[in-house]
């Protein structure tokens, strides 16, 4: 794994920490959690979560 996709990773994690976080406040919906975890997939691409969630690299 390369500095860059490492750093991905990290970003997406602490990404979605903090949107499971307002998830758990009620401050969103499932459905808003839902849109923000494609997004933030989409963004940074990170390869663990991606085999994770079973959806495409591409």
Avoid: C
Avoid at 17 to 37: G, Q, R, V, Y
């Amino acid at each position: 794994m390369s500095e860059k996709q490492f750093q991905a990773e990290k970003l997406y994690y602490i990404s979605v920490s903090i949107a499971k976080s307002m998830l758990e406040k009620n401050i969103i919906d499932k459905e808003l959690f839902t849109i923000i975890d494609t997004k933030l997939l989409e963004k940074y691409r990170p390869i663990s979560a991606v085999l994770l969630s079973g959806k495409p690299l591409t």
